[in-house]
């Protein structure tokens, strides 16, 4: 082995997601900068010109985060280029006259001139803002009725070429559900990441105008009040964020459209922890999710998900397809999901110059590139061939520079699961 190569070390398979998961992740300057958009959707919506403002009640509407942004899962969407998909909700009680494609209507007559914004697109159950490197989805929810719950309503439908109608939605309290779903207590990995962040994290958004600049400095001094849910810093989240990432890279090329995302945040909080490190995590979840769709085929039945804080919220009313096309598409994702934890059980026992190669692969050549660099950077070993060290259990590699630090530690091992243990274990990594 050529002790002059850190790509010819040996390492563990979940130092290198951890690493991984923070380069794929909003940057702390860049949740400031979504923070600060949604807080001049909301001045936006509230302006005097703006169409909605006289159904924003006072005290009762509200324009939150929701989607990745809320559950702390928002990844890099983009394969050739970096950009970060978030979504809004703005709450409004619909006037009983108004037809279904109305909402949506007046909505993207609203958001005519929001600071920054590089084009307006009207889309079947949203608006889009386009920025550089973000976009962000509005989405408008009727409250009228005050649906007992956590703040329930209805989305409108609006195709081009077919007929509008309302969908009932409840994202709040599938946020609240997601989050409570998280193992907590997971001290020692939010340090780790916290580390890792500072050291890996890349800054993709821009500032639109001097305002937003000055906003972003401030907050660097003194936070504004919070507006997007702070981070989850948990293995199962952070498992969802590598396994979005990898099916956006497999389905990049695809004919048949992927899942939708809200289907694997509902999965991860259902499969639960794994007690058996970040590999093991995104190894069975991804297990889990493709017996799940074979079974599926086998039984000639479909994922009939709902979203658990309001049953009539359909999580999979649009995918997958129905008859034949649903079998195909169920079948392509089991597929993709068996490739990843085929390979995930091949790079566990792999060298740092494999485990790269499989990082292009899996998570896109930038993020592949990225993460060589990082690792460059923090184990520079030309003159070194001390072994590569960690302290169990907390996700953090030690260079031989830092191997003095207090408390224990281990060589780093080659394996980190097996697998034939794994299939024998259910969502909380028991037997």
Not at 23 to 29: A, F, K, M, T, V
Not at 349 to 369: P, T, Y
Not at 378 to 384: A, E, T
């Given at each position: 082995?050529?002790?002059?190569?850190?790509?010819?070390?040996?390492?563990?398979?979940?130092?290198?997601?951890?690493?991984?998961?923070?380069?794929?992740?909003?940057?702390?300057?860049?949740?400031?900068?979504?923070?600060?958009r949604y807080r001049r959707l909301k001045a936006q919506l509230e302006a005097s010109t703006s169409p909605?403002?006289?159904?924003?009640?006072?005290?009762?509407?509200?324009?939150?985060?929701?989607?990745?942004?809320?559950?702390?899962?928002?990844?890099?969407?983009?394969?050739?280029?970096?950009?970060?998909?978030?979504?809004?909700?703005?709450?409004?009680?619909?006037?009983?006259?108004?037809?279904?494609?109305?909402?949506?209507?007046?909505?993207?007559?609203?958001?005519?001139?929001?600071?920054?914004?590089?084009?307006?697109?009207?889309?079947?159950?949203?608006?889009?803002?386009?920025?550089?490197?973000?976009?962000?989805?509005?989405?408008?929810?009727?409250?009228?009725?005050?649906?007992?719950?956590?703040?329930?309503?209805?989305?409108?439908?609006?195709?081009?070429?077919?007929?509008?109608?309302?969908?009932?939605?409840?994202?709040?309290?599938?946020?609240?559900?997601?989050?409570?779903?998280?193992?907590?207590?997971?001290?020692?990995?939010?340090?780790?990441?916290?580390?890792?962040?500072?050291?890996?994290?890349?800054?993709?958004?821009?500032?639109?105008?001097?305002?937003?600049?000055?906003?972003?400095?401030?907050?660097?001094?003194?936070?504004?009040?919070?507006?997007?849910?702070?981070?989850?810093?948990?293995?199962?989240?952070?498992?969802?964020?590598?396994?979005?990432?990898?099916?956006?890279?497999?389905?990049?090329?695809?004919?048949?459209?992927?899942?939708?995302?809200?289907?694997?945040?509902?999965?991860?909080?259902?499969?639960?922890?794994?007690?058996?490190?970040?590999?093991?995590?995104?190894?069975?979840?991804?297990?889990?999710?493709?017996?799940?769709?074979?079974?599926?085929?086998?039984?000639?039945?479909?994922?009939?998900?709902?979203?658990?804080?309001?049953?009539?919220?359909?999580?999979?009313?649009?995918?997958?397809?129905?008859?034949?096309?649903?079998?195909?598409?169920?079948?392509?994702?089991?597929?993709?999901?068996?490739?990843?934890?085929?390979?995930?059980?091949?790079?566990?026992?792999?060298?740092?110059?494999?485990?790269?190669?499989?990082?292009?692969?899996?998570?896109?050549?930038?993020?592949?590139?990225?993460?060589?660099?990082?690792?460059?950077?923090?184990?520079?070993?030309?003159?070194?061939?001390?072994?590569?060290?960690?302290?169990?259990?907390?996700?953090?590699?030690?260079?031989?520079?830092?191997?003095?630090?207090?408390?224990?530690?281990?060589?780093?091992?080659?394996?980190?699961?097996?697998?034939?243990?794994?299939?024998?274990?259910?969502?909380?990594?028991?037997?």
């Open positions: 082995m050529d002790q002059e190569n850190p790509f010819d070390q040996t390492n563990a398979l979940d130092e290198v997601l951890l690493d991984v998961a923070t380069i794929i992740e909003l940057s702390p300057r860049d949740r400031r900068i979504a923070a600060n909605l403002a006289p159904f924003l009640v006072d005290g009762e509407s509200r324009i939150y985060a929701q989607g990745s942004i809320a559950t702390s899962t928002t990844i890099i969407s983009g394969i050739d280029e970096d950009r970060f998909d978030v979504d809004a909700i703005v709450e409004i009680d619909v006037p009983l006259d108004w037809s279904d494609s109305k909402p949506l209507d007046l909505l993207e007559e609203a958001l005519e001139g929001f600071p920054g914004v590089e084009k307006i697109v009207r889309c079947t159950r949203c608006v889009q803002l386009q920025f550089a490197f973000m976009h962000m989805d509005v989405t408008i929810l009727d409250r009228r009725d005050k649906i007992q719950g956590d703040r329930p309503g209805e989305i409108f439908h609006s195709p081009d070429a077919e007929p509008a109608y309302r969908v009932p939605s409840n994202p709040w309290g599938f946020t609240d559900w997601f989050r409570s779903k998280i193992k907590p207590g997971q001290l020692l990995l939010t340090d780790s990441l916290n580390k890792r962040r500072e050291a890996n994290s890349k800054s993709r958004l821009r500032a639109i105008d001097e305002a937003e600049s000055k906003i972003i400095a401030d907050a660097e001094q003194d936070d504004l009040p919070p507006v997007i849910p702070a981070r989850v810093d948990a293995q199962e989240a952070i498992a969802l964020k590598l396994l979005k990432r990898n099916l956006n890279i497999q389905y990049e090329n695809e004919v048949l459209k992927r899942p939708p995302t809200i289907y694997f945040t509902k999965k991860t909080g259902d499969f639960g922890y794994v007690d058996g490190g970040q590999s093991a995590q995104l190894y069975s979840l991804a297990k889990y999710i493709a017996r799940e769709m074979r079974q599926h085929v086998k039984n000639g039945t479909r994922p009939e998900e709902e979203n658990p804080s309001y049953r009539p919220d359909k999580i999979t009313d649009r995918w997958p397809r129905i008859g034949a096309d649903g079998v195909r598409d169920m079948e392509k994702l089991a597929d993709k999901l068996e490739y990843l934890a085929g390979r995930l059980n091949e790079m566990a026992g792999a060298s740092l110059a494999e485990i790269a190669e499989g990082i292009d692969e899996l998570f896109g050549e930038s993020i592949g590139k990225q993460y060589r660099q990082v690792l460059k950077d923090r184990y520079d070993r030309r003159n070194n061939s001390t072994p590569i060290k960690a302290k169990p259990r907390t996700g953090q590699i030690l260079a031989p520079a830092l191997s003095t630090m207090a408390g224990p530690s281990v060589e780093v091992p080659r394996h980190n699961f097996h697998c034939d243990v794994l299939e024998k274990k259910g969502g909380d990594g028991k037997s």
